[in-house]
């Protein structure tokens, strides 16, 4: 048994432990996502149209992540409607900012690795940068999306009478302390996973302008903003879309 299937494992037992039939459909979620995530790779390969594999495979990986990870189907709609659209604003502000960066293709870093091999496989590095970026964010997304749906729908529950605006107001003060701990997860997850890449840096003396020209760097860089910029709209939006539904719902409950 490998150290890989050994985890894997322990992490489907722990989540069937800790989550019951939740934690089992999460974790589904997450193999679901990683076939999904491979599937894409494939297809690129293959020369299919990269735009529209993201236009496909952004709902089909929204609706994994939230609807399996999430038992209430309340919470889960409100948080596909709200991400789903934060992800839109998100690809067309990633489109721009790709464009601007020219940040696109392989560093030098990789040219050891690459000796032998051609640079050129008739692919364009633009559009895998877009991709990278966008599926890299919906994960911190969908991710505030839920957190928020959840709470706001506790709020609800236990008090039915709560105004629409009294509501919003829970949102905000949520939605504070869902962009605290997801600012710290996005920022500490590039930090570990960029670390080695940093002692890189530091031991061959690059300066600060050299790093920030690194295409490796600016990448990251750029995919933690849009990560970030996605999250800070999920807030309100979350808000937004769960307090209108729920008036809607209270609206018919009432004609009836």
Known sequence: MSTLTALIIVLAILMTIVGGETGIRSFFSVLINTMLLILVAILISWGISIPILILIFI?????????????????????????????????VLILGCQWLA?????????????VGLSQMPGLSYPMIAVAVAIFS??????????????????????????????LIASGNR???????????????????????????????????????NEKLFVNEALIIMYSLIGVLLTVPLSTIFLSRGMNKNEVKDGSK
């Not at 020219?102 to 690459?114: R, W």
């Open 137 to 166: 964010s919906l994960g911190a997304i969908a991710e505030a999306a839920v957190a928020m749906s959840s709470g706001l729908l506790e709020i609800k529950k236990h008090n039915p009478n709560i105004s629409r605006m009294n």
């Open 102 to 114: 020219q940040a696109a293709g392989m560093g030098p870093e990789a040219g050891e690795v690459l």
């Open 59 to 91: 709902p089909l990986k929204l609706v994994t992540i939230i609807f399996l990870g999430t038992h209430d189907y309340t919470v889960a709609k409100n948080s596909f409607y709200a991400a789903f659209l934060v992800c839109l604003i998100v690809s």
């Open 174 to 212: 949520i939605g504070s302390d869902v962009l605290g701990t997801a600012m710290n997860t996005i920022l500490f997850g590039m930090f570990g996973s960029f670390l080695s890449l940093f002692l890189w840096y530091f031991r061959l003396n690059y300066s600060i302008g050299e790093v920030l």
